[in-house]
């Protein structure tokens, strides 16, 4: 399997990586009026990737890291927690 990039609107973009892994790129989902409907409840997310922490790059990172129990990479500013947050259940 090759690498596939799929743009899923504004600066969301979904990576199938050779190895069969699913990698989102700031998963800016919900309130994204350019992400396909089919797109903004993924069925597998293997890993989420942030640049920044800009709302509409932060977007879904949560609720995805929490459903899909993935691992997040970002500045260390970006995932560490709120004081009394976690994305672990």
Same mark, same amino acid.
Not at 8 to 31: I, K, M, N, W, Y
Not at 35 to 64: F, K, M, S, W, Y
């Given at each position: 399997?090759?690498?596939?990039i799929?743009?899923l @609107? $504004?600066a969301?973009? /979904? =990576? #199938? =990586?050779?190895? @069969? #892994?699913r990698?989102?790129? #700031?998963?800016? =989902?919900?309130?994204?009026?350019s992400?396909?409907? %089919?797109e903004?409840?993924?069925n597998?997310? +293997?890993?989420?990737l =942030?640049?920044h922490? $800009?709302? +509409? $790059?932060?977007? #879904?990172?949560?609720r995805l !890291? /929490?459903?899909?129990?993935?691992p997040?990479i970002?500045?260390v500013? %970006?995932?560490?927690?709120?004081?009394?947050?976690?994305? !672990? /259940?």
């Amino acid at each position: 399997m090759a690498l596939s990039i799929t743009w899923l @609107g $504004h600066a969301e973009f /979904r =990576l #199938d =990586l050779p190895s @069969g #892994d699913r990698v989102h790129v #700031d998963p800016f =989902l919900t309130g994204n009026p350019s992400c396909p409907a %089919l797109e903004l409840e993924p069925n597998r997310v +293997d890993a989420i990737l =942030l640049t920044h922490g $800009h709302a +509409d $790059h932060v977007g #879904d990172t949560v609720r995805l !890291a /929490r459903a899909f129990a993935c691992p997040v990479i970002a500045q260390v500013e %970006l995932i560490t927690p709120a004081p009394g947050e976690t994305v !672990a /259940r």
